[in-house]
Structure formats: C-alpha cells, structure tokens
C-alpha cells in the first residue's frame, strides 16, 4: 500500500512536469528550426533588414516588426479605453442583476472564433476603410480596429476582476469624504486596481501581438515597411501563416526564426505580466 | 458653489461618455454575431451538415470538416484532460509551496500566453516531421492539447482548491491515505468544476485555426484514420472567406462555427451556475 | 509505565515551527474513562488532540519531543502505518462534516477505504448507527444525502462513521458546540454509553458538559496541563489556584 503510494506521488510528479516539458519542446525546437538561419544571415540584418525577398534570399523582419508594433499599438488605443470604459460601466454603472447577466455574455464573446472577427472585418470594416478614407482598405487602420475589438473581453475581465477585488470602504471612504461617485471611480477605484489593469493590458497586448487569421485576412500582406495607417502590412504572424504552406529550405527557417522573435518577445510580455499579477494577489 | 457644479458636470459627462461606449461596444459585437448568422442561417440545412464540399467547397456540405472538427477535439481532450487533472492534483494535494511547484505554475502561466501560430510551428516541426505523424488528426489533436493545457490545469486546480480543508480531514482521520482521499474525498466534489473547464477549453479548440492549418493540414477529404490530414470548421471557414470561394458557403459555415461555440460555451456556463449552487 | 494504560504521553512537547503549541504533558488515560481535557480557548487542546491520531503531520512544519504511546507503542514509531493507528484512534471534529453523499456512503467510508467486502458493509453501517443512536432516525432513508440532517443528526452521524471502524479510542473535540440542549443531551448520553466499549477523550464545550459526563478530566492552560484527576475532586476543589479560577469563571 506504501509502495503503490509512493508510485503515484511518482507518476503525479511526472505528469505534473509536463506544462514545463511542453514549454521547453517548444523553446528547443523553435530556436532549432530558426536560429541557425539567424547565425548565417545574421541578427542584426535579420531584424533591421528592411527587405524581404525569399526569392532572393534577404530576410529582413523589420518592416514585419514595425507592422506588428502600429496594429498593436492602433488596437491598444481603441481597447484600452472601450476596454476600461466598459469595466467601469459593468462593475459601477449598472445594477449588479444587470452586471451578472452581462459578465456570461463577455465569456461567450471572448469564445468567438478570431476568424469570425476577421470574416466581419473583411466584409465590413475593409470597405468603409476604403470608401471612406482611401487606400486598398486591407490596412493597419482596419486591423487595429478589429484586433481591438478581440482584446477587449481579455481586458475587461480581468480589469473587472480587479475592480470587484477592492475592499468595499475603499469606495465607501470615499463616497463618505463627499466625493461623486465618479471622482470615487476614477480617483480612488480605478489607480488602486492599478496593477490588475495594467496586468490585463499586458495580456491583452500580448494576445493582439500573437493574433494571426483575422490579422491575415485583414491586414493586406504588403511587404513593405508601413508609412501610414492606410496601408496594407504584414506583422510578424501573418507573414509566418502566409508563407508557411508553401516554404521549404532557407525560407523556412526564416520563418522559423520569426516565430523565434516573436516567442521571444510575447516571453518578456508574459513575464512582465505574471510579475505585476503575482504583485498583485502576494 | 460653482466648484460643486462642475464635479457633477464632470460625472455627467464621463457617466454619458462610459454609456455610449458601452452599448456601441455590445452593439458591434451584437451586430457582428448578427450578421454572420442572418446570412448563414439560410444556408444549414440538412445537407449543409450531411454532405461533403463539391467544387473546392463552393457547394455541397461540411461533414468531413465536422467530423474534423470532433475528432481534433477528441484527441486534444484526451491527451490534455489526464495531464491536466493530474498536474492540478500534484499542485494541490501533493507538495506545498517549492520551487517544484512554482516552477510549475510559471510553466504553465507562460504555456497560456504562447500565441497560436507559434504552437502551430511547432507542432509542425515536432509532431508532423519530427515525430513523423504527418499532417494527420494525431497531429492537430496532440499539439491543441499542449494549447489546452494550461486552461484546464487552472480550472482543475480551482476546483480542487474550492473543496473543504474538512473533506480531507475526515478522510485522513479515518485512515485513508492520501490517493484515497484525492479519488474519494475530492475529485467527486470537484468534478463539475474541472468539467466545466474542459469544456471551455473544447470551446477553444474547436475555434482555432492557425495550428490546425499548420497541423492537420487543408484536405476537403473525409478523413479515414487518425492519421489522415482533415480540414477543421474554423479552418474551412478561413480558406473559403480568404481565398474568396464561395461567400455563402462562407457565412454558412461561420455561422455553424458560431452556433457550436456558443452552444458548448452555455453549456458550460450552465454547468458552473449549477456547480456554484451545488457548492453553498 | 503501566501497561493498564490505554494512552500514555510523556514529557510531550509540540512545536509549529518556532512556537511551542504544548510544553512537556505528561498524562495517561485509562481504557473505557472518559477524559475530559479543558481550558480557555488556543490552550493546545485541540493540538494535543490531533497528536493523538497523528491527524496533525497534515500541518507543514511541525516537530515534537517525548513520546506517546498507545498499549505501549509508540505512535510516532517510523514503522507505524498511520492508516491503521487512524482506524485504532478515531476523531471527531467540532462542527459536523458529513461528507457530500448519501448517509449510508457516509458511514461506510471508513470501512470501504480498508476494503471491507460489500456484503459486510450493510450490517457494519447499522450497527454503528445503532451504536449512535441514530439508527431508529434515518433507517429508512439511509440513501438520503446526509446533507439533509439536522445539526444534531449530523454530528451522531459524525460519531457513526467514526465507530463504523471499530476503533479502540474516540477523541472527541467540542462535539456539541452549535447543537441545540435537546441534541447535546442526546450525544452526551451516547457518550455514556459508549464508554463501556470504548476509551474516550472528550474536549468539552464547557465546564457544565465536563462535569456531567467525564470520569476524570484535566485542565490545559497555555499548552500545560496545570492538574489532573477525577472530575469530581477538579471541578469541586482544585488543587491548583489557575485552575479554580478557571473553574470558578474567574477568567475564560
């Protein structure tokens, strides 16, 4: 009996290292793929080099890395005041009968395919872009509005999350001291859930910096670097599920070595992230 | 007295200001659910569901993407569900907090913010080539449970956190020993919950495209075994709006992928309300 | 030592981490007594309970020194299997904790975990029903969640599954608080009659149910036992000073 306990402590253990075994397959085998087309071209070329012709072997991600930054950048700043906005309208402004019957329906909009974002965004955001303000209409402008859109229940959740976290004198101090209920929000509520916000922020960025399908079908795939919020891009994920099905060798490894980056870069965000949650909750 | 004015001016303005960005916001997530079933509701029928694509997909139905869809998720619970579970069982009933048990949760943590299109290259690199599978269900399955993965050791591990300290106390007292009390004491309490994120994370699965396209590969054939490549739901529905196929059998099946994800995802809302009550 | 004694602790000293819950007790119980251990709340009793079944190795960072011994052996011997000391020593907790499922399941958890056969199970849940006195109660609903009970019926269900198990001591800690008179009455007589079969350590809700059912009874103060003795002689004429302001409600 002590033995077949101890085998299931055992077992547990193993089965419990599987998340970091999973991680770790994947960190090893990425870097595997990509960086040794990164060693023989070159970091430096590699993420400054402004050319990316596969054809005629030049890598260069930076028109992809600066496309990545102004999508996301563009979808921060619709999400994160429609982001806070409705975190603020669901957890203060209305009744929490009201609040409970919302909060499901936010779930079930997170759980939204992003291809259905994209599909819609296609049909129906890329040809008012295009009529309305110029350009192919496939542009950095309609893919941030859409991205935007996709991050907002990751923000809202959790920024609620935090709100509801407060103990409730911090609102009744306040409320007592005389202030109106929306100096209470936004002086007292909203700078003490500080860091769950910010949390939900860096989650939301990280999530609209990884998005993929919806970005493809919206964004336009022009490989040049973007000089205004009209023109077609491509990030670093599109250019990974674009390319993908039809690349072999160097190219490939380009490819791989992208998604490197980008697993770089959503790594710094997500420990970023972890750190200011782990903060939060001590 | 003016000073007074002016703070209400101000709450007036922002109150109005939160309200119209509130409802525009559930206004366009309305609308777009709206339109993509009000176009594609005239197209399920019983052979949209029933047949299989005819020319590249611009007519006929869905089933190999449905059947697709099901076995992907079959296999991707069936990997991650034990895994799962049984990390979420380690964390909670067998060690307190070390430095195995932290480097475990971040592990995880990290696992849940790798974006898809990377897990996509790597069940590529890993399961297709490397291990030889091909692009094959087994492939697609295997590399959405390492995506699932995390959601459900959270989940689990929620819900085993939720039973009583005095579950277990009774249980040790009178003489169980630790595997007993986890499979007799807490699991059965705890089922609902951890069911319920499993079926969240089928929710997931079956709306995610970048790593089955990478994975299971674009066939429009009835796949045979598990290590036939298939075409999921989300992915067919990508392919024939991108490559601009067939506009109705687009809406069509958007409008099956939504009626899926919303249907799992009230199931398991269902399943946590009831839990909650079950629970006080 | 004596071998009459059911339980002897010596020179027993118990530690969470850096704060000492129990200082060098040194105490020995009698087969079929109830002993009654009392005192002011956060003295140690219900630690010096949950060292008895060892019940308190659940809690990290925790070391003792001195030894209890149950016939003679010592309980934190490394070769002692901790499932069987458990059904030898059962406990019951303050609040009642039915487990969520039926009030037969209940009562044949313990049973079921030592692989008692199925056939067995049916007449060992009735008689430790019977036992408790609750058997009359709940015979026809035996498959009824236990849930359902009232505050009373849960806690003999409580003793129930306990006895399910046969075992030679019953700890019993503050097994009355929150019940009604009519139930403590009840468990109080249970108690009574129980002791013809078994040793029993009872940590009582006041000094009233000590002097009512305990044979002999001792008084922990800061996790020392101050004095011990017949509950008689402790409740009416203490020896110590502590302890007769404590009796006489001098302090609480």
Redesign the interface.
């Known amino acids: 009996m002590v033995i077949k306990e101890k085998g299931i402590e055992k077992i547990l253990l193993l089965v419990a290292l599987s998340s970091i075994a999973v991680l770790g397959l994947i960190t090893l085998f990425i870097f595997e793929e990509g960086l040794p087309l990164i060693w023989k071209f070159g970091l430096r070329a590699f993420i400054l080099g402004e050319r990316w012709v596969p054809s005629q072997g030049s890598f260069g991600i930076f028109p992809m890395i600066l496309s990545s930054f102004w999508v996301t950048l563009g979808a921060l700043s619709f999400g994160i005041p429609l982001g806070l906005a409705c975190t603020v309208f669901l957890s203060e402004l209305i009744p929490s009968s009201a609040a409970v019957l919302l909060r499901p329906a936010i779930h079930l909009l997170a759980a939204i395919p992003s291809v259905i974002y994209g599909f819609w965004g296609l049909v129906v955001i890329v040809p008012l872009v295009r009529n309305y303000l110029g350009g192919p209409g496939l542009s950095i402008l309609s893919g941030s509005l859409i991205l935007g859109f996709m991050i907002l229940p990751t923000i809202i959740s959790i920024s609620e999350d935090s709100l509801r976290a407060l103990p409730p004198y911090y609102k009744q101090g306040a409320l007592a001291l005389g202030a109106t209920h929306w100096q209470t929000i936004w002086r007292v509520l909203i700078p003490a859930a500080r860091s769950g916000i910010v949390a939900s922020i860096i989650l939301g960025m990280g999530r609209a910096i990884g998005e993929t399908m919806a970005m493809i079908m919206i964004l336009g795939n022009a490989v040049k670097m973007p000089t205004s919020f009209l023109d077609s891009a491509r990030t670093l994920t599109t250019n990974i599920g674009i390319e993908m099905a039809y690349a072999s060798g160097d190219h490939r490894q380009a490819l791989f070595a992208t998604g490197a980056v980008l697993f770089v870069i959503i790594m710094i965000l997500n420990s970023l992230a972890i750190f200011l949650s782990r903060r939060r909750t001590g | 007295m003016r000073a007074r004015g002016s703070r209400y001016l101000t709450q007036a303005i922002a109150k109005v200001l939160i309200w119209i960005a509130a409802l525009s916001t559930i206004g366009v997530m309305v609308i777009i659910l709206f339109q993509v079933l009000r176009e594609g509701l005239p197209v399920l029928s019983h052979h949209f569901f029933l047949d299989s694509p005819k020319d590249m997909g611009r007519a006929g139905g869905i089933l190999p993407m449905i059947i697709g869809t099901f076995a992907l998720t079959a296999v991707a619970i069936l990997f991650a569900a034990p895994l799962g579970i049984g990390t979420a069982i380690f964390l909670r009933e067998y060690t307190a907090e070390s430095r195995i048990s932290h480097m475990i949760r971040f592990g995880t943590d990290c696992l849940s913010g790798v974006p898809s299109i990377i897990f996509g290259l790597f069940g590529f690199v890993f399961f297709v080539i490397y291990l030889n599978l091909g692009w094959s269900i087994l492939s697609g399955g295997l590399t959405l449970a390492a995506m699932i993965l995390p959601t459900i050791i959270s989940t689990a591990e929620e819900a085993i956190k939720s039973i009583p300290k005095s579950y277990r106390e009774v249980s040790y007292s009178l003489g169980g020993t630790k595997w007993q009390t986890v499979t007799r004491a807490i699991l059965p309490s705890a089922l609902p919950g951890i069911f319920t994120g499993i079926i969240l994370s089928v929710g997931r699965s079956i709306g995610e495209t970048a790593a089955v396209i990478l994975t299971a590969g674009s066939t429009l054939l009835m796949p045979t075994s598990l290590f036939s490549p298939v075409r999921t739901l989300s992915v067919h529905f990508y392919i024939l709006a991108r490559e601009g196929i067939s506009m109705e059998m687009a809406y069509g099946t958007g409008a099956a992928l939504i009626l899926l994800v919303l249907f799992i995802n009230t199931i398991a809302h269902v399943l946590i309300n009831r839990y909650i009550r079950h629970r006080v | 030592m004596s071998l009459a004694n059911k339980l002897s602790i010596k020179d027993f000293s118990f530690f969470y981490g850096s704060s000492q819950a129990l200082r060098d007790i040194t105490l020995d119980i009698q087969p079929n007594e109830i002993f009654a251990i009392f005192g002011p709340s956060q003295s140690g009793k219900t630690t010096f309970l949950k060292n008895l ?1 060892r ?1 308190i190795d ?1 809690a ?1 960072g925790v070391r003792h020194t001195g030894n209890i011994f149950l016939d003679g052996s010592d309980i934190y011997d490394p070769k002692v ?4 000391l ?2 030898r020593i ?2 019951v ?1 303050d ?1 009642p ?1 039915p ?3 039926s009030i037969f399941d209940n009562v044949a ?2 049973p ?3 692989g008692v056969g199925k056939n067995r199970l049916s007449e060992i849940v009735e008689k430790a029903l019977r036992s408790s006195v609750l058997w009359e109660e709940v015979r026809d609903r035996l498959h009824d969640l236990a849930l359902r009970l009232s505050g009373g019926q849960q806690q003999r269900l ?1 003793i129930a ?2 006895l399910a ?1 046969e075992p030679e001591v019953l700890l019993l800690d503050e097994p009355c608080s929150g019940l009604d008179p009519i139930s403590t009455a009840s468990i109080e007589e249970t108690l009574r009659q129980l002791k013809k079969d078994y040793t029993i350590i009872l940590v009582p809700h006041n000094i009233q149910e000590a002097s009512r059912v305990a044979d002999r009874a001792g008084f922990f103060l800061n996790g020392e036992l101050i004095e011990e003795g017949p509950a008689f002689q402790i409740f009416t004429h203490p020896r110590d000073k502590r302890t007769e302001d404590y009796v006489t409600g001098k302090f609480g």
């Open positions: 079944n019940l659940l990290p299997n901790l499932t069987h458990r059904r059962g406990m907790f609040l904790t487990l969520p499922m958890y313990g079921r975990l030592s409580c599954r306990v198990l």
